[in-house]
């Protein structure tokens, strides 16, 4: 197939496009608080543990968001606190604008 709708492969900029309601407020979440908890997180999207990880998952894997681990504050263990990449979110979005236009 040859033309303008040729499959190409597609920029980092494309899981936006397939993210969804959830993944978008994830993203806007870590965007404006950031260092959040998996559990602020399920607590804002009343969500599921598992369902918010798999969409957290799925971000940094697409290198939109990062984690780090900490010791919870009052010592009971570890705490993954997530926070967006805002450079690697506005890449992606220039990358999926430069796609749609051909550009």
Known sequence: MTGILEPLDLPPGYILVS???????????LSHLPNCTTSHVMAELGLTRNGVLAHLKTLAAAG??????????RGSG???????????????LDDLYDYILGT
């Open 19 to 29: 993210a969804g309601r959830t993944r978008v407020e994830i993203l806007r979440m």
């Open 64 to 73: 939109l968001i990062s984690r780090h681990r900490s010791t919870h504050p």
């Open 78 to 92: 570890r705490t993954y606190y997530w926070r967006a990449n805002q450079e690697m979110v506005s890449d992606a």
